[in-house]
């Protein structure tokens, strides 16, 4: 997956989520929670949605990772990547 | 033949909107379905029908606004005795200005006599604070609604709603929850109390508990607020129920109102049936759909006229505390304030901790503090062994 | 000298039997009790329940009396005034009408008005109830109207059980008792636990427990409400059946504590409906467990009219089984 | 055969005293009435006394009384004190009744004293149950059984009568033939007005006796109840008397004349036995009067004991209606 395909699935999910929001209005280092008012359920259902389209695991710890629409698309990158890794 | 009507979801409904009909003359129903969806002051709501026949007629066109108790179709029973009919339960005020406009239906004449209802039935009803009004049909004798009619209702299985996707009138939920929160403070002596609570254990326990689960069956702090909230309540029941007519009602179950905000303005606190007896599986699982579908608009009727008490949480980007108003005619409201890290004195050293500021507004009408603090200082206590909640 | 009616086994008998070694054991175990009455004596009992007992206690404790009700009645009272432990046999509660006066006025009056100075331990026996074809005049079920009288106790055993032991419990009782014993019962054979010594006579019993209805009963008509019950089975409806045993006093935690777990209810009652037994009990309900019900209070009574001497009006003139298992159907699956 | 009464001074005195004692308290009686201190209704006995004091002479403590709801006079003649009587006439917690009676139902199970019975003809079964009970436990006592003659045309005199002599039981029927049932004139009432008679067809041994005569009264009934002891066998003395009041205290008298009670008043059993005494000089006019101020302390002390009494707390209203024994 590309990053900016990374980045149109999570646009996506946050649709699925809050579908009465306006995705283009997301800029890259915003806080996703901010710009589109998710609270803290909204923000587990995200991670739930992502996790259950890309299969990649996301320790609770790493919540804070995901806070923006960049940091969440390069997490989902590198856990891709190393995913991919282990299973070669 | 069988009426539908247009159900009271709340002390404050008067009159609602046909935004849809799910269902066309001819089609089968049966207790259960939700066959209309309704646009009141609250959102869009979905409404049931507890019949069972054909539908025959529908009287009231999408788009119209009628008074609750309003005959909205018909449904022929098929071989099922007629209802005895009844009046509307909200006295006739002022015609809304869309039912002036709008041609008088004859279906509507005015409707006299009682509905019959056993006294268990009505008790019940009262302890599950469902609405009678959203039964339509009784199964009893002459008809009448009893005890076994109340508990399908309250029990009834909710089949996937359809995935159709409604505006909220935020403007319309504003004015309701202005009604609700002045009837409240006008009304309701409200007494507040505030304890700080140390979720170290708690939240090492969560940590734990998520740390090697899927992150579908990961669990938020605020379902141990939740969980210990109602817990709490079965040792201060006088916290739960409804305060009405001058007399207090304690209620047989906790039923939860949890609150959730809806973006751009707007709150709404449906029922979570039986909060004390859930898992805190199931209430992740009870409290993740009702917020999917509060944001949807697709709430059912029962599940607003049910609370017992409603708890909110701030949740993580919340104030630090929050001090509520009491949602008529409940009795009480527990307030979760934001998760914030801070010194603590542990044993006489100054440790940082995650604490959160819990409070209770209350009647004081029904308790007084006493009562409140016991029922906080319970809350704090539950929170210190979250592997029993 | 009759031959006694035999006895099936020590603890297997007919009801008559078991009327009739109740009273033999109250007259061995206290000298002071007698038996006062018509035709108790020389022809046996009008049912042939004291068949027996003048050749065993001799004519001063068995003793005939002309048909006089209020006078003997009356001397109940009297002798039980005086230090006596009479048990009085009016034939039928019909002719009870005749010594109402003593009863009423003096039995029951006595023990207050005197301001606690007598006490009457009395028992009157009587038969009650119809069924056997006699016509109306020896057909009447009046243990209500006994029962609306503050300082009777009214027993109405309906089980070989309770026609054994409940005399015991009238006799223990300083207080007047009438013993109702139901016609139609005489000939029923049961049986009780051969180590059985006394019942208690406070306490209503659940004779057959259920969750869908209770049916509330006493006397003549326990046996038809058992029928009903078990007609009501095997349509999948699980009634329960009280036998209140006890008119007065009421035991009305048994009442409520069944109403409570069935929350529907069929008052049986061979009275006339109006200001009958049934009434009480219903009222009862309505006071006391009002909020517990989940389906209007229904009875099934005797039709308000003489009790006629046809068979078939008979028939549906007094409660009937297929009466009951109709009404009860009626409440749990309304058509 | 009969038995002379010995009629000594003291016996004479007494006899006298018992029969003012009775009048002088009903005279208090209908004042304390008239102040509202005594309510319901109040059958006078006045013009009857002879009757009940002669026959309470001939009984022992042993034997048992069964009255009417006239019977002060009883009551009294028996040796009830009456301050538990005054008291019970007004409704008071020491009253012998603990005021749940009232002027009809005295009873005093000590002097067993069955009670003041308010249904005519209600108390001649009981006397029959008391007089079976003490003959059934082999007690040689003696049942006197007060009633009216109006009780004569109930069921109950016939039944009783029928049985008393069936059973031989020791009862003395005693009928106080005032001539009236309420209103009702005995010769408007009778087929047959000779009471003697109609005892006589159960086979009841009996005679008429002048009940305002007290010494007449006493000796008829010492005979009788000899009689009765010795033959086992029921006895009836009827004895004719008259009231001189209203049968109770609302009451015109529409069936009788003034002049008829009048004449009635001049053969007063008081007034024939003072003026008997008196002119046989076998009683000094300060003896009577002696005895007059005696009784009328004796009633006002009775009087100040029910004034001083409490009334039963209405918390105890439903106490006794059923008994929790059987009293020793």
């Given at each position: 997956?590309?990053?900016?395909?990374?980045?149109a699935l999570i646009?996506?999910?946050?649709?699925?989520?809050a579908?009465e929001?306006?995705?283009?209005?997301?800029?890259?280092?915003?806080?996703?929670r901010?710009?589109?008012?998710?609270?803290s359920?909204d923000?587990?259902?995200l991670?739930?949605?992502?996790?259950?389209r890309?299969?990649?695991?996301?320790?609770?710890?790493?919540y804070?990772?995901?806070f923006?629409?960049?940091?969440?698309?390069?997490?989902?990158r590198?856990?891709?990547?190393?995913?991919a890794?282990?299973t070669r | 033949?069988?009426?539908?009507?247009?159900?009271?979801l709340?002390?404050?409904m008067?009159?609602?909107?046909?935004?849809e009909?799910l269902?066309k003359?001819?089609d089968?129903v049966?207790?259960?379905?939700?066959?209309?969806?309704?646009?009141?002051?609250?959102?869009?709501i979905?409404?049931?029908v507890?019949?069972?026949?054909?539908?025959s007629d529908?009287?009231?066109p999408?788009?119209e606004?009628?008074?609750?108790g309003?005959?909205?179709?018909?449904?022929?029973?098929?071989?099922?005795a007629?209802?005895p009919?009844e009046?509307a339960?909200?006295?006739?005020?002022?015609?809304p200005?869309?039912?002036?406009?709008?041609?008088?239906?004859?279906t509507?004449?005015p409707?006299?006599?009682r509905?019959?209802?056993?006294?268990?039935?009505?008790?019940?009803a009262?302890?599950?604070?469902?609405?009678?009004?959203t039964?339509?049909?009784?199964t009893?004798?002459e008809?009448?609604?009893?005890?076994?009619?109340?508990?399908?209702?309250?029990?009834?299985?909710?089949?996937?709603?359809?995935?159709?996707?409604?505006?909220?009138?935020?403007?319309?939920m504003?004015?309701?929850?202005?009604?609700?929160?002045?009837?409240?403070?006008?009304?309701?002596?409200?007494?507040?109390l505030?304890?700080t609570?140390?979720?170290?254990?708690?939240?090492?326990?969560l940590?734990?508990?998520?740390?090697d689960?899927?992150?579908?069956?990961?669990?938020?702090p605020?379902?141990l607020?939740?969980?210990?909230a109602?817990?709490?309540?079965?040792?201060?029941?006088?916290?739960?129920?409804?305060?009405?007519n001058?007399?207090?009602?304690?209620a047989?179950?906790?039923?939860v109102?949890?609150a959730?905000?809806?973006?751009?303005?707007?709150?709404?606190?449906?029922?979570?049936?039986?909060t004390?007896?859930?898992?805190?599986?199931?209430?992740?699982?009870?409290?993740?759909d009702?917020?999917?579908?509060?944001?949807?608009?697709?709430?059912r009727?029962?599940e607003?006229?049910?609370?017992?008490?409603?708890?909110?949480?701030?949740?993580?980007?919340?104030?630090?505390?929050v001090?509520?108003?009491?949602?008529?005619?409940?009795v009480?409201?527990?307030?979760?304030?934001r998760?914030?890290t801070?010194?603590?004195a542990?044993e006489?050293r100054v440790e940082?901790?995650?604490?959160?500021?819990?409070?209770?507004?209350a009647d004081h009408?029904?308790t007084?503090?006493h009562?409140?603090?016991l029922?906080?200082?319970?809350?704090?206590?539950?929170?210190q062994?979250?592997?029993?909640l | 000298?009759?031959?006694?009616?035999?006895t099936?086994t020590?603890?297997?008998?007919?009801y008559r039997?078991?009327s009739?070694?109740?009273?033999?054991e109250?007259?061995?175990?206290?000298?002071?009790?007698?038996?006062?009455?018509?035709?108790?004596?020389?022809?046996g009992?009008?049912y042939?329940?004291?068949k027996?007992?003048?050749e065993?206690f001799?004519?001063?404790?068995i003793?005939d009396?002309?048909?006089?009700?209020?006078?003997?009645?009356?001397?109940?009272v009297?002798?039980?005034?005086?230090g006596?432990?009479?048990?009085v046999?009016?034939?039928?509660?019909?002719f009870?009408?005749?010594?109402?006066d003593?009863?009423?006025?003096?039995?029951?009056?006595?023990?207050?008005?005197?301001g606690?100075?007598f006490?009457?331990?009395?028992v009157i026996?009587?038969?009650?109830?119809?069924?056997?074809?006699v016509?109306?005049?020896?057909?009447?079920?009046?243990?209500?109207?006994?029962?609306?009288?503050?300082?009777?106790?009214?027993?109405?055993?309906?089980?070989v059980?309770?026609?054994?032991?409940?005399?015991k419990?009238?006799l223990?009782?300083?207080?007047?008792?009438?013993?109702?014993?139901h016609?139609?019962l005489?000939?029923?054979e049961g049986?009780f636990?051969?180590?059985?010594?006394?019942?208690?006579?406070?306490?209503?019993k659940?004779?057959?427990?259920g969750r869908?209805?209770?049916?509330?009963?006493?006397g003549?008509?326990l046996?038809?409400?058992?029928?009903?019950?078990?007609?009501?089975?095997?349509e999948?409806?699980d009634?329960?059946?009280?036998?209140?045993?006890?008119?007065?006093?009421l035991?009305?935690?048994?009442?409520i504590?069944?109403?409570a777990?069935?929350?529907?209810?069929i008052?049986?009652?061979?009275?006339w409906?109006?200001?009958?037994i049934?009434?009480?009990v219903?009222?009862?309900?309505?006071?006391?467990?009002f909020f517990?019900?989940?389906?209007?209070?229904?009875?099934?009574?005797s039709?308000?009219?003489?009790?006629p001497?046809?068979?078939?009006?008979?028939?549906?003139?007094?409660?009937?089984a297929?009466?009951?298992?109709?009404?009860?159907?009626e409440?749990?699956?309304?058509? | 055969?009969?038995?002379?009464?010995?009629l000594?001074?003291?016996?004479?005195?007494?006899?006298?005293?018992?029969?003012?004692?009775?009048?002088h308290?009903?005279?208090?009686?209908?004042e304390?009435?008239?102040?509202?201190?005594?309510?319901?209704?109040l059958?006078?006995y006045?013009?009857?006394?002879?009757?009940?004091v002669?026959?309470?002479?001939?009984?022992?403590?042993?034997?048992?009384?069964?009255a009417t709801?006239?019977?002060h006079g009883?009551?009294?003649?028996?040796?009830?004190?009456?301050k538990?009587?005054?008291?019970?006439?007004m409704g008071?917690?020491?009253?012998?009744?603990?005021?749940?009676?009232?002027s009809?139902?005295?009873?005093d199970r000590?002097?067993?004293f069955?009670?003041?019975?308010?249904?005519v003809g209600?108390?001649l079964?009981?006397?029959?149950?008391?007089?079976?009970?003490d003959k059934?436990?082999?007690?040689?006592?003696?049942?006197?059984?007060f009633?009216?003659?109006g009780?004569?045309?109930e069921?109950?005199?016939?039944?009783?009568?029928?049985?008393?002599?069936?059973?031989?039981?020791?009862?003395l029927?005693?009928?106080?033939n005032?001539l009236?049932?309420?209103?009702?004139?005995?010769?408007r009432?009778e087929?047959?007005?000779?009471?003697?008679h109609?005892?006589?067809?159960?086979?009841?041994a009996?005679?008429?006796?002048?009940?305002?005569d007290?010494?007449?009264v006493?000796?008829?009934?010492?005979?009788?109840?000899?009689?009765?002891?010795?033959?086992?066998?029921?006895?009836?003395?009827?004895?004719?008397?008259?009231r001189?009041?209203?049968?109770?205290?609302?009451?015109?008298q529409?069936?009788?004349s003034?002049?008829?009670?009048?004449?009635w008043?001049?053969?007063?059993?008081?007034l024939?036995?003072?003026?008997?005494?008196?002119?046989?000089?076998?009683i000094?006019?300060e003896?009577?009067?002696?005895?007059?101020?005696?009784i009328?302390?004796?009633?006002a002390?009775?009087?100040?004991?029910a004034e001083?009494?409490?009334?039963?707390?209405?918390?105890?209203?439903e106490?006794?209606?059923?008994?929790?024994?059987?009293?020793?």
């Open positions: 997956m590309t990053d900016a395909e990374i980045r646009l996506e999910l946050i649709c699925d989520i579908p929001l306006d995705p283009a209005s997301a800029r890259d280092q915003d806080d996703l901010e710009i589109f008012d998710l609270d359920m923000f587990a259902n991670i739930v949605a992502i996790h259950d890309t299969k990649i695991a996301i320790p609770e710890a790493d804070n990772k995901l923006t629409l960049a940091g969440a698309t390069a997490y989902v590198e856990a891709l990547a190393s995913s890794a282990r | 033949m069988n009426d539908f009507k247009m159900p009271a709340g002390a404050d008067e009159a609602g909107t046909l935004v009909w269902v003359p001819g089968r049966k207790s259960g379905d939700v066959i209309a969806v309704v646009e009141t002051q609250k959102g869009a979905e409404v049931e507890f019949a069972e026949g054909v539908v529908i009287l009231i999408v788009g606004r009628v008074p609750v309003t005959v909205l179709a018909q449904i022929d029973g098929a071989g099922v007629p209802l009919v009046p339960i909200v006295a006739p005020k002022p015609a200005q869309a039912l002036a406009e709008a041609p008088p239906k004859p509507v004449a409707q006299v006599s509905r019959k209802i056993t006294p268990a039935a009505r008790r019940r009262v302890a599950l604070s469902l609405d009678l009004e039964i339509v049909k009784g009893g004798v008809g009448s609604i009893r005890l076994a009619d109340v508990e399908a209702a309250a029990s009834v299985a909710r089949p996937a709603p359809p995935l159709t996707r409604r505006g909220l009138d935020l403007s319309q504003r004015q309701a929850i202005a009604a609700a929160m002045s009837r409240s403070k006008r009304e309701i002596p409200h007494y507040y505030a304890e609570v140390d979720l170290h254990l708690s939240l090492t326990w940590e734990a508990f998520n740390a689960r899927p992150p579908i069956e990961r669990i938020l605020a379902v607020f939740l969980k210990a109602a817990l709490a309540l079965r040792e201060q029941s006088k916290l739960n129920g409804a305060y009405e001058g007399v207090f009602l304690p047989a179950g906790i039923h109102g949890w959730i905000a809806l973006r751009g303005g707007g709150l709404i606190a449906p029922a979570i049936r039986d004390d007896k859930k898992t805190l599986v199931e209430l992740m699982a009870a409290m993740r009702l917020v999917e579908r509060a944001r949807r608009g697709n709430l009727s029962s607003l006229t049910s609370p017992t008490i409603t708890v909110t949480s701030v949740g993580d980007r919340g104030a630090e505390s001090t509520g108003v009491i949602y008529p005619p409940q009480a409201i527990v307030g979760f304030g998760v914030a801070r010194p603590w542990v006489g940082s901790r995650p604490l959160v500021t819990v409070s209770l507004a009408r029904v007084d503090g009562i409140g603090g029922y906080l200082a319970a809350v704090a206590r539950l929170l062994e979250p592997e029993k | 000298m009759n031959a006694p009616e035999p099936l020590p603890n297997r008998m007919t039997e078991a009739k070694q109740a009273l033999r109250a007259l061995l175990s206290d000298p002071r009790v007698f038996l006062m009455g018509e035709d108790i004596g020389r022809y009992g009008c042939a329940v004291t027996g007992l003048l065993e001799g004519e001063e404790r003793r009396t002309p048909l006089s009700e209020s006078a003997f009645v009356g001397a109940g009297g002798t039980a005034m005086a006596m432990r009479p048990i046999e009016i034939m039928t509660v019909n009870s009408l005749l010594a109402l003593q009863i009423l006025n003096n039995a029951v009056t006595i023990p207050h008005m005197s606690g100075q006490a009457i331990p009395l026996r009587m038969a009650t109830g119809g069924g056997r074809r016509a109306a005049q020896h057909s009447r079920s009046l243990e209500g109207w006994y029962a609306h009288i503050p300082g009777l106790r009214v027993l109405t055993p309906a089980t059980e309770d026609a054994r032991f409940m005399l419990g009238a223990a009782d300083p207080n007047p008792v009438i013993i109702f014993e016609v139609m005489y000939n029923m049986d636990p051969s180590d059985m010594k006394e019942v208690d006579i406070a306490r209503a659940v004779r057959r427990a869908d209805v209770s049916l509330i009963t006493y003549g008509s046996f038809k409400a058992l029928q009903a019950a078990d007609a009501l089975s095997s999948g409806i009634a329960e059946v009280i036998d209140l045993r006890t008119l007065r006093p035991d009305t935690k048994t009442i504590d069944s109403v777990r069935t929350r529907r209810c008052i049986i009652d061979e009275g409906r109006s200001g009958s049934s009434a009480e219903g009222m009862r309900i309505a006071e006391e467990a517990e019900l989940d389906a209007p209070l229904r009875r099934v009574c039709r308000e009219a003489p009790i001497y046809a068979a078939h009006l008979e028939d549906a003139c007094l409660p009937q297929a009466t009951i298992v109709a009404v009860a159907r409440l749990i699956r309304p058509s | 055969m009969t038995k002379k009464v010995h000594d001074h003291a016996h004479l005195l007494h006899l006298l005293k018992a029969m003012i004692r009775i009048r308290f009903e005279a208090k009686c209908v304390l009435y008239q102040a509202q201190k005594i309510l319901g209704f059958h006078l006045d013009g009857e006394e002879a009757v009940s002669g026959v309470m002479e001939a009984l022992t403590p042993e034997d048992a009384i069964i709801y006239r019977e009883q009551a009294l003649a028996r040796g009830v004190d009456p538990c009587l005054m008291a019970e006439m008071k917690l020491n009253g012998c009744c603990r005021g749940r009676g009232g009809m139902h005295f009873f000590k002097r067993r069955y009670g003041g019975n308010a249904i209600g108390g079964p009981l006397a029959l149950g008391v007089a079976l009970a059934m436990q082999r007690r040689s006592a003696v049942t006197a059984c009633f009216g003659e009780a004569v045309d069921g109950e005199f016939h039944e009783t009568l029928n049985l008393a002599k069936l059973w031989r039981l020791p009862i029927f005693v009928c106080e005032n009236y049932s309420m209103g009702m004139a005995v010769e009432a087929a047959d007005i000779d009471f003697v109609k005892a006589s067809g159960y086979r009841v009996g005679e008429k006796v002048d009940g305002m007290v010494v007449a006493e000796s008829a009934a010492r005979n009788a109840i000899d009689r009765i002891r010795r033959e086992n066998d029921p006895y009836f003395l009827e004895c004719r008397t008259y001189f009041r209203a049968h109770s205290m609302f009451d015109a529409l069936y009788r003034k002049e008829e009670v009048e004449a008043r001049k053969k007063g059993p008081i024939r036995f003072q003026t008997w005494l008196e002119a046989n000089r076998l000094k006019p003896e009577i009067a002696a005895m007059e101020k005696e009328d302390v004796e009633i002390e009775a009087v100040a004991y001083a009494g409490g009334l039963e707390p209405i918390s105890e209203l106490r006794f209606v059923t008994m929790d024994e059987v009293p020793a």
